[in-house]
């Protein structure tokens, strides 16, 4: 069921995509556009532009949603996206039938569930409200957060595209509500109990990750945003240069700042990256 009304949110989307920068024209080849949504999304891209290798330049096309990065990649209207983890390109990937592919890892942000009722995980009462993101990826991670503190268990099957349709135990009877994840931040406002977010989002009300009632512990990448690409473009010097770029010292010192602050973690290791490109 879910799943469908991913599709219908997709449909909508598409009937009204309007671009935040100027209609696309016939570009310098060496410019490389790149889709992002927010800071620091956007921040990296530009991090990336001044570190990119000559002959190239990165322009950054700001886009107003979690659709309109893939269709303009998709439409060959930018040469990469930043904006996403790669299951949830997968999906965008199986609904539009794409070639989109991640191909750097650059960092994870540290996700977790907010509360304007409660200030510990103990304190979580029965019926609790959840706010919860109406897309099937997030939704999966929100609810493998919420089995990783124990307030349910999950069927083992669903992996990384749980829905609430898997919850095997929910000893709290927790009530589930599915939000865009673009509306998460006012669903706090509006006093959800417990309301899973992102970083970039709940920063516009004057929160942080040190004010999550808890945190995401994600060990590998797996929903780590990611420099994504169309397949036939994966070898070539262009994306090549675009990697190293977003893969640069500038980049990597960027993200440790914001990981000193609590917001991130870097998803690539310098030495790696630099033994990976020789």
Known sequence: MFKKLFVSGLTVLLASV???????????????????????????????????????????????????????LLNDEVIASFAQHEPFMEMFNEERDGDLVAIQPIYNAVVGFYSPTYETVDEIEEGAEVAIPSDPTNEAR?????????????????????????????????????????????????????????????????LTPADAIFLEDESDNTFAIQLVVREGNVDSDEIKALQAAFTSQEVYDFLSELEAEGHLRPAFDMEDTAEDQE
């Open 18 to 72: 309007s671009f935040a920068s100027t209609t696309v024209t016939a570009q310098d080849e060496n410019v490389l556009r790149v889709a992002s949504h927010l800071p620091p999304m956007t921040d990296v891209v530009e991090l990336a532009g001044e570190a990119i290798a000559e002959p190239y330049s990165v322009e950054l096309v700001e886009v107003t949603d979690n659709i309109q990065y893939n269709e303009a």
């Open 142 to 206: 929100a609810l493998l957060i919420l089995q990783d503190q124990g307030l349910l268990t999950l069927d083992e099957e669903a992996g990384f595209f749980a829905t609430v349709e898997d919850i095997t135990d929910n000893p709290l009877n927790l009530e589930f509500e599915h939000i865009d994840l673009l509306n998460l931040t006012a669903a706090y406002e509006d006093g959800y109990d417990l309301v899973f977010n992102y970083p970039t989002y709940i920063a516009s009300i004057d």
